[in-house]
């Protein structure tokens, strides 16, 4: 007999919980499916448990160590992911689903919730989301990171996940892109399409079970149809979790401004656990500043034998959505199964609903939530009809139904992992740690690119180092990226310094090339103090020579820490590539003047020891700065030399031979001042 790992939460603390309480008690209770495998439960902890006719075992424990982790996936034929949006109720199952190979189930749509916790609570690591966001969604994805100033400070973020851009960057492209998923069951049409865009295995799409939750009896449902008959007055209700994108303001809005609806109602019920406070503390003040507000009872945290009772008592529902976050809606299955009809937004997962509802497409115009409650109250006849529908809809696909197409879909895959082709979230906060991108940037395309480092780099970099980035991405999309991987490695430092954690000072590099002295020299003056004191503990020569230039580059312009950068740390042994050095010229000629490119031309040509006792102090502190800048001129328009070229030239033409006979690079330097 086949044994089956079906992970899950397993309290009343999580919906998901009740799904998959019924469907393995439905399941033990069968003894055709019972034969065909030994289902376990794998709980994700969080409150106390459900009791089960299965055996239940704790995945923490697994996660202690990788011996276990072995052990369960050898003692498994399958293993059976149910994942949510919450980080409480699935962290467990998503660390234990990166480590054993299996089969997810998504209950959501949005993973925006979940993956901010793990992000910034967990990881503080806001910069993952970014990239998250750029990896998936692009130059649009990005551009929303930027306005909601998410990587900012605590206090002035503004969660995405907590705005209607959810159901537009819902962030399940990175859940799916977990290679250990054999495959993938969803529970509707809108989340089968946007698991297909990214995923390439085999994805089921199955419907939630229309007896997952208690629903009335049969005498109940016919004494109910002949009730409503005879009311001249209806009860619609509301129930479930309150919150903003349950949209029950809208509906208190509809029933206000129009007291011909009004007449029509005995009572409006809102009913279930207040999960916004703030959001609740509207809705009070919305019913009691109106005069209408007597029809309207809110009940919160109320009994399950309550919620049975308005459940019965209830004409028709109302189950608005916006945005559209889950993958199935539990609720709404809950509510066609009390043979009732709903009223829903026709968008997301609802639209998908054949029978038992009444769709309004435009939220924002109160008329059209009338005209649907006006529809129903009016007619007993239309009531019952739709609520017939709604019951033979839901009960159409029941538990056993689920569990034997489950099985169905586990034994046509295979064991091993497919292939990995995409990299999952926790590796992705992995490369992150080591300040380098799990795969290359300038693949999303230009545009993403540029708006990617803007949202990393602005806070550290000057703009033109982003202008030089953005260019060089569009030229040479390899060097781009090898400059976007040396600034990743200068913010580690700060992100180190923050941490009070050691500077890894070995991960820079031994000689710069052209385009990484200028990317040094492009840092805020305000960092190099910060860069300059966790260099100057280290023991390496080399190293402190870094801090000593660092701690005077806050009072030199970008073009003149470029210069001695360049000085001081190219590679003397290696030739300069003249084929190189054009094609970053010709990058950084749009915020660089011509002249000191010449400038930085002919100082890669001149001898290391000229530069090794300079002080950036001294730059500015020079005799006759028009005559060198003449002079300067003279050799720009005709004399193409080396080093002791440039020397002849400029003994002949200087004032004051007591002086250095030798250029410096201060005179090279001051020669393009103005």
Excluded at 56 to 82: A, K, P, V, W
Excluded at 408 to 437: A, M, V
Excluded at 567 to 580: F, G, I, M, R, T
Aim: glycine share 6%; with cysteine.
């Amino acid at each position: 007999m086949k044994r089956i790992a079906w992970c899950t939460p397993f309290s009343a603390a999580s919906s998901i919980s009740e799904f998959s309480h019924t469907l393995i008690e439905s399941y033990n209770s069968d003894p055709e499916l019972k034969a065909r495998a030994q289902i376990d439960v794998l709980v994700n902890e969080n409150g106390r448990r459900y009791r089960s006719t299965s055996k239940c075992l704790s995945i923490r424990q697994i996660l202690g160590s990788q011996d276990s982790i072995s052990l369960f996936t050898e003692h498994y034929d399958d293993i059976f992911y149910n994942l949510g949006n919450n980080k409480e109720n699935h962290q467990d199952i998503f660390d234990l689903a990166a480590k054993a190979p299996g089969i997810a189930i998504l209950h959501d749509y949005v993973y925006q919730h979940y993956l901010a916790a793990r992000i910034f609570t967990d990881s503080n690591a806001p910069k993952v989301y970014a990239y998250l966001m750029g990896r998936h969604y692009g130059a649009s994805g990005l551009a929303s990171v930027h306005a909601s100033q998410i990587l900012r400070p605590r206090e002035s973020r503004i969660g995405l996940w907590d705005t209607d851009l959810t159901s537009r960057y819902p962030l399940i492209e990175a859940i799916v892109a977990n290679p250990r998923y054999k495959g993938i069951v969803v529970h509707s049409d809108m989340v089968r399409r946007a698991v297909a865009e990214t995923f390439s295995g085999p994805i089921l799409q199955l419907r939630l079970p229309g007896d997952e939750k208690e629903s009335p009896s049969a005498e109940t449902i016919a004494r109910w149809r002949e009730d409503t008959g005879k009311r001249s007055r209806v009860t619609v209700a509301v129930i479930g979790h309150i919150q903003r994108g349950k949209q029950i303001h809208r509906l208190l809005d509809a029933i206000f401004s129009a007291p011909g609806i009004a007449d029509l109602l005995q009572t409006v019920i809102i009913a279930g656990k207040p999960a916004d406070s703030e959001y609740v503390e509207h809705l009070k003040k919305m019913i009691l500043d109106h005069p209408l507000g007597a029809l309207v009872r809110l009940e919160l945290n109320v009994s399950h034998e309550r919620l049975q009772e308005i459940k019965e008592a209830a004409d028709f529902f109302v189950n608005v959505r916006h945005p559209n976050t889950e993958g199935g809606s539990g609720s709404l299955i809950e509510q066609l199964a009390c043979n009732k009809a709903v009223i829903v937004l026709n968008s997301g997962i609802f639209a998908e609903v054949k029978g038992g509802v009444i769709k309004i497409e435009n939220l924002h115009d109160p008329a059209e939530m009338q005209r649907a409650i006006h529809k129903l109250a009016s007619s007993a006849e239309y009531r019952v009809q739709l609520g017939d529908e709604a019951r033979q809809y839901a009960m159409s696909f029941l538990s056993r139904d689920y569990m034997r197409e489950a099985l169905d879909f586990s034994e046509s895959l295979k064991k091993e992992n497919r292939l990995p082709t995409q990299l999952d979230f926790n590796e992705i906060l992995l490369h992150d740690s080591e300040t380098r991108g799990p795969e290359p940037l300038f693949q999303w395309g230009d545009a993403a690119f540029a708006e990617f480092a803007k949202i990393i780099f602005q806070p550290y970099f000057s703009q033109e180092f982003l202008d030089y980035l953005a260019r060089t991405a569009q030229q040479d999309k390899i060097n781009a990226y090898k400059r976007y991987s040396f600034a990743r490695v200068l913010l580690s430092f700060f992100d180190h310094a923050a941490k009070g954690e050691e500077c890894k000072y070995w991960l820079l590099p031994a000689h710069l090339n052209f385009a990484d002295c200028y990317v040094l020299a492009c840092l805020k003056e305000q960092h190099y103090h910060t860069f300059a004191s966790l260099l100057s503990g280290v023991g390496v020569v080399q190293i402190k020579q870094w801090s000593i230039v660092a701690q005077r580059f806050s009072t030199a312009t970008i073009v003149e820490r470029f210069a001695l950068l360049l000085a001081l740390w190219k590679d003397q042994n290696a030739p300069v590539s003249q084929a190189e050095f054009g094609d970053f010229c010709d990058i950084i000629k749009a915020t660089v003047s011509a002249k000191f490119i010449e400038v930085i031309r002919l100082v890669a040509t001149l001898p290391e020891e000229d530069f090794s006792r300079l002080m950036l102090g001294e730059w500015r502190n020079f005799i006759d700065t028009r005559q060198y800048r003449s002079s300067y001129l003279d050799l720009h328009e005709g004399i193409h030399g080396d080093h002791e070229t440039l020397v002849k030239h400029y003994e002949a033409h200087g004032k004051n031979e007591g002086r250095v006979a030798r250029v410096s690079l201060q005179r090279l330097l001051s020669a393009t001042k103005k």
